[in-house]
């Protein structure tokens, strides 16, 4: 008899959570288990990429709130949620102000927002013989689903997320296990909560390179063929945590170097994109970095690049780095806490100095030198990378 699993989201918003769903349920097993899809809001690029095996559960009215504006929740009578979500912000405000937050008050008014919506949101119905809370905050997995077991997912490096720490704690404890997508982001995790040690477990993302090369195929030519050009793609959300202002003013750099051949794509959205257009015009480098939007497919532009950079204060495991291994492309990462689990420094990709001049040396040291660039292709397509069988590990919690 098949084994009843719930996976629950906010949206399918184009991002490397949902990214890494997406993976995750092309590679499942739908001959042993069914799998229902909680998404809170039915909105994203990604809905078309749900495979159909999956059960999309209706929307929830009350659900869909967290992330929509206040006056549209007013608009769609949802009052005291929309009360919830003032107060959220106000005590928000509050919080980050006597700590001094670098990224402000927006971790811990979405921690705020579903804590006081909890006593109003509906319960599911039906129970689960396993519950997975794909993204964080993870309340209404923790408070409103009916499950034997419940997971709830770590994406990122803990040390670095300024969130209510004390109020977190409460929620994950809740859940039967916590599953990290890498010994890295377990680590600093535990390091923030030392007491949930014996709930904690590794599950690295899914990568599904059939899945990936198909994308990659899709289109034939995406970025224009200058002759000469040296293409950089990165892919990531547009804020201070990518590190993009970084990146433009390396590339800044690398121009007053004389290597005014290099261009540089990114592949996103989100809202520090005001400051980058700025700092793209102030470096004169209007026509070199080159903010693309949102693309639900990001493929046939990694595909196409000459090298792939993540340039991240800090990431759990991005998602996009061990996408451009599956694509055979060279990588630069910076040297973000958890770096050293992305990628074999020498051997996969290249690990520079977590600074501009870092980037900036690390974009120069692979540009000038094509056989360092082949031979970090070569090895990283020696190498297989599927990992269906990191599934094994939830299949394991099921039965």
Not at 163 to 192: G, H, M, P, R
Not at 210 to 225: L, Q
């Amino acid at each position: 008899m098949k084994k009843n699993v719930l996976i629950a989201v906010y949206n399918m918003e184009i991002g490397g959570i949902e990214r890494s769903l997406i993976n995750m349920l092309d590679s499942f097993d739908y001959n042993n288990y069914n799998v229902d899809l909680l998404i809170y809001h039915h909105v994203g690029e990604f809905m078309c990429l749900i495979p159909s095996s999956v059960n999309v559960l209706p929307e929830i009215g009350k659900y869909s709130v967290f992330r929509k504006p206040v006056a549209l929740c007013i608009k769609e009578k949802q009052y005291s949620l929309a009360f919830t979500r003032v107060l959220a912000k106000y005590m928000a405000e509050i919080k980050s102000k006597s700590r001094n937050l670098v990224e402000g008050s927006g971790y811990i008014q979405m921690q705020l927002a579903q804590k006081y919506s909890s006593i109003l949101l509906p319960r599911l119905e039906k129970n689960y013989d396993v519950a997975i809370s794909y993204a964080w905050p993870h309340d209404i997995v923790a408070y409103k689903v009916r499950a034997k077991k419940k997971i709830a997912w770590v994406h990122t490096d803990y040390s670095k997320l300024e969130i209510d720490n004390e109020l977190d704690l409460k929620v994950w404890n809740q859940f039967d296990y916590i599953a990290s997508v890498s010994d890295a982001c377990k680590d600093s995790f535990l390091e923030t909560y030392p007491t949930l040690k014996k709930k904690l477990m590794v599950v690295e993302n899914i990568t599904s390179p059939n899945f990936i090369k198909k994308m990659a195929a899709e289109t034939p030519r995406v970025i224009e063929n200058e002759a000469n050009t040296f293409k950089i793609v990165s892919v990531g959300r547009l804020s201070y945590v990518k590190g993009f202002d970084m990146a433009i003013e390396a590339l800044g750099r690398l121009h007053e170097k004389g290597l005014t051949n290099i261009k540089w794509y990114i592949i996103g959205y989100g809202g520090y994109e005001k400051e980058l257009k700025n700092l793209i015009i102030r470096h004169n480098l209007k026509d070199s970095f080159i903010l693309l939007g949102k693309k639900t497919n990001p493929y046939p532009y990694i595909k196409e690049c000459d090298l792939y950079v993540q340039p991240s204060r800090y990431e759990g495991k991005a998602v996009t780095v061990s996408e451009a291994k599956i694509l055979g492309k060279p990588i630069l990462i910076t040297n973000y806490p958890t770096a050293s689990s992305q990628l074999e420094n020498g051997i996969e990709g290249v690990i520079c100095d977590l600074s501009v001049q870092g980037l900036s040396k690390g974009i120069e040291d692979l540009y000038r030198n094509h056989n360092l660039r082949e031979t970090l292709v070569n090895n990283i397509k020696r190498i297989d990378y599927s990992n269906n069988f990191e599934l094994e590990k939830i299949y394991k919690i099921i039965s």
